[in-house]
Nanobody, 115 residues
């Protein structure tokens, strides 16, 4: 089992920046990717960014050039640096991790972009 705990959400003005962090614990040796998803009210959960290794990351088209995902293998964390935030980025952001057989989810952290 893997436990994921997110932190760093909050309220930010349009154009601002925010950094989310997710700490992983448990059977982390089985994990081969970590990712961030988000879910806005009334919408499906969607992939925001996924990290396999430093040379292999992917991003949703809507966040390319604005968001950056990174992973610290020593601290067992994954971060999402978000800049140039827009109101449409408002959502609950979830940390996600996957092994070859299972997926794990954090509890989510709210990000609200509003003036």
């Amino acid at each position: 089992q893997v436990q994921l705990v997110e932190s760093g959400g909050g309220l930010v003005q349009p154009g601002g920046s925010l950094r989310l962090s997710c700490a992983a614990s448990g059977s982390i040796g089985d994990i081969y990717y970590m990712a961030w998803y988000r879910q806005a009210p009334g919408k499906d959960r969607e992939l925001v960014a996924r990290f396999f290794n430093d040379a292999n990351k992917d991003y949703a088209d809507s966040v390319k050039g604005r968001f950056t995902i990174s992973r610290d293998n020593v601290k067992n964390t994954v971060a999402l640096q978000m800049s140039s935030l827009k109101p449409e980025d408002t959502a609950v952001y979830y940390c996600n991790a996957g092994s070859w057989t299972d997926q794990y989810w954090g509890q989510g952290t709210q990000v609200t972009v509003s003036s």
